[in-house]
């Protein structure tokens, strides 16, 4: 009991920021798609920061709560998850293997900035701290949670597998042979990265690099000491 006491004031500190993250990272693949001549995510409502047009039941809901809660039971809270990937048809784009790779960048791309104005809250809450501890403390635990979020959603799907960003960016960078064995791999990407989670490789991957963006953004050092690394 004392750990699901524990665990909901997290949990609410953690959903905002997380909801946000995944509705602004697939939001933003819509709109590069659309401004390189793909309208489907237009034309399907998904250029859009309505969270509900991107939530996915299971790897939304489900998936990050079960995770993160077994996760806490063994001492140390994870979270992963998706959202209904973004509909891109490439034929539309301009210049398809090129806008593929700029559609694909766009999702991190938006959870860097998105990290950026979460740290700018945690300083807005830690100059209000003396005066307005009831408006402060919020804003910086809130604050922190989405700089975290931001960077590990940011990091992962950078991570050079598909059917992750990174994985998008690798494919079209590739010269048009290999790319096309490399794209035989998509239909085993979800389960190569559940298992490296569950390893404890991806985390050995991901986490220097979640650091090393971290420390360059402002907030950091509080964002260390609630969710040390």
Do not use: C
């Amino acid at each position: 009991m004392d750990t699901l006491n524990q665990l909901i004031p997290l949990i609410a500190v953690l959903a905002l920021p997380m909801l946000l993250a995944i509705t602004v990272h697939e939001a933003a693949h819509g709109w590069v798609a659309s401004k390189r001549g793909d309208k489907t995510a237009l034309m399907l409502g998904r250029v859009t920061f309505n969270p509900i047009k991107h939530i996915d039941p299971v790897g939304t809901i489900a998936v990050p709560l079960g995770i993160f809660l077994l996760s806490s039971l063994g001492g140390t809270p994870f979270l992963f998850g998706w959202a209904k990937p973004v509909p891109v048809n490439w034929r539309n784009l301009h210049h398809p293997r090129r806008d593929m790779a700029l559609v694909a960048v766009a999702g991190p791309t938006a959870n860097l900035l998105m990290a950026l104005i979460w740290g700018l809250m945690i300083k807005l809450g830690a100059l209000l701290l003396p005066t307005s501890q009831w408006i402060a403390l919020p804003l910086i635990y809130m604050g922190a949670a989405g700089v975290l979020i931001n960077l590990l959603l940011m990091v992962l799907n950078l991570f050079p597998l598909l059917p992750l960003d990174g994985g998008r960016v690798l494919n079209a960078a590739l010269p048009p042979r290999l790319s096309f064995y490399y794209s035989r791999l998509e239909p085993f990407g979800l389960m190569i990265l559940i298992f490296m989670l569950f390893t404890g490789a991806l985390g050995l991957i991901l986490l220097p690099a979640v650091s090393a963006v971290l420390s360059v953004l402002p907030g950091a050092d509080i964002v260390r000491e609630l969710f040390p690394l």
